[in-house]
DNA sequence: GTCAACAATCGTGTATACAAGAATAGCATT
DNA sequence: AATGCTATTCTTGTATACACGATTGTTGAC
């Protein structure tokens, strides 16, 4: 547990909700989490002050908190932001990569290439992210890394049902050896637009994304 | 005032922190804002749990908050962000402009214009805030506004210092022009580029920053 | 004279109490 | 039977009280 109650919850809530235990739309009543959680009401309500500073759920004054319900096309804009972020990001790391970045990039994408090859898509779910953190990191802009990660978050259950769609592990892993190719030759361009094409869910993969959030 | 105390506060204590009335590294006594504010410490702490998870200040477990010092080179990385982010903005700007947006963009382009002319620094920031929102608005992608907005805040008081650097109104205003150009032409690569260019602080841009920050 | 240990004080973290607004159910009226 | 008004209940918003950890100042020993 952290060091403060207030922030347990949050972290506590927060995973809550994006493992869907809490739906989007739903009520969270601060009497009932404070007895869930065996705490008052104060720190329960830092918890839901600070999420609804950071956009996962909304207090409508004297009407209790709700669970936002970010919707097909929200998820899409924020996907749309994601990319541009890591775009940006992969620039600067073919521009600033230096020994530990390359290795932590290489170890991370050949842990993917594995998972990939045994067809393992929740390895490959988590491999996949580390990837994308190694990235961040070798970008060397500490604010740039704290967006992508922050954001990156929000968008965890929706990578998961992306990679549930067939073939979509193999394109994938591909499309993760060519970024390699192009930060390594310190192609900031290439990685650039690459690391959009990736990370962004155009054409078909918009109405993937739709048809799997209609199916829970 | 707001519907409640707590995100009244929020906004004041934000608004203290942007125009720079508490300085970073500031403490910030609960008991000290409560008293000055004639509330409670309740509406004080969450507020305080807001700004933090917002990013503004640090909240050290059992040691109290204190303002975040941006610190010149992570200013910069946030520019390179917004730059970033603005160029995505522009892109879709140019790409699904319609008329409301067009004569808004057109309407406080012109504003921005006349405060050029007349040399007016305190004008031109303002006309220039609404003129980048506008743009933000014209992409038509409510997420990517919201980043925008936000980050924008933050940067607020820094843009302020770019604006006494000589010359930089004309400059910027030139910039602006192409950058008008560019998407009423539906031009979104070059709007991209353009506004990167126009809101990253690269080069000498970069020691103007830091100079007017140490002056403080 | 310096450093360490202990005590006192100050400030944060959590719980609880109370007040006020919103939701709801019951009653009356049409 | 349906709709509108009223009273009750339930939940949120704020204040206050209390406990615990951190900081600081003082005293004593080396």
Redesign the interface.
Known sequence: MS??V??WLRDEIENSILSNEFSPGERLDETVLATRFGVSR?PV??AL???????LIEIR??RGAIVIDPGPH?VY??F??MA??E??AGSLAARRLDKASREAITATHSRCEQSAAAGDSDAYYYDNEEFHKAIYAAGR????E??CLQLHRRLRPYRRLQLRVRNRLSTSFSEHCAIVDAIFAGDGDAARRLLRGHVGIQGERFSDLVASMAAR
Chains 1, 2 share one sequence.
Not at 49 to 55: E, P, S
């Open positions: 060091e403060n207030g922030r104060t309500r830092e002050m600070q999420l609804d500073a950071i956009g004054p004297r929200r804009e924020m749309e932001v541009e972020l775009g940006l802009s500490d604010f740039l704290e967006q």
